[in-house]
């Protein structure tokens, strides 16, 4: 494994354990941190060490399976085997791999079974390593990837790429958020700019998770807003039609009226249209 991922996965899955710890002692797993169905996946998750998390992902078929789940949606197996373009044995062999260790739960709904990420710390994972690991030999990743998925995307469930960092940094020039080191931080007077989008930062606190971390952005190597905060951007956005997510990947498509409100009401530049 490449030395910078190496240490990426390792300070990750450490600091997987210690959120899954937290959330033990503070009896909350079954409140909202993580949802009681992914509970005990994560804390197999929580069991493995480096090289068996090496062995989970070293294949390019479960990659690619991991990647596709990154838009935080549920999907089936024969789904899945399209995204990594194998067969739909291959895909079951793939995805049991992946349920064992932990990283993914499935869920049974009838006869079939969906597929989802056990966690969010999960999908931090995913993403910090596609931010360290070089794509094809070269260190820019933001060339190989389709340009819809680098202008918008979910990243589990808050808003990356161009469309997540632009709004980030809109929200720390106009005094909604403040960023130090690891995490950016709420200001103790709420911002109009969260009425604006329709965001209650009441409900937003009262969450169970971290209210708003600092997510470094896989393409455009920037800081975005993720936790309950970028979450509940992120889920407004699309309850007001702001967005509409892709049928085939996890890219998102900014409407009209999206455009409107981020141009006219919270000041982002006009590349948003």
Known sequence: MHSAAHDICGDLLERMKEDIDMMKENDCSIAGAIPCHRHAASERAQEMDLAEFGRAIGHKSRV???QALMGGKALSASELSWHADVTNQTATSHLNELVNTGLLYRRKCGRFHYYELSSKEVASIIEQLALAVPVNGRRDPGRSVKPELKK??????????????????ILVDRGALTLEQDNFYLPEEEHAIYREIGIDLTEVRSKRRQLCPRCVDWTEKLP??????????AEKMVERKFIVRSRHDRSVRITKEGSSFLIGRLGLSSPFT
């Open 64 to 66: 690619a399976m991991l």
């Open 152 to 169: 918008a995307r979910f990243c589990y469930d808050h808003l990356a790429g161009e469309l997540g960092v632009a709004i980030s940094r």
């Open 224 to 233: 975005h807003v993720a936790g309950a905060l970028g979450a509940a951007i």
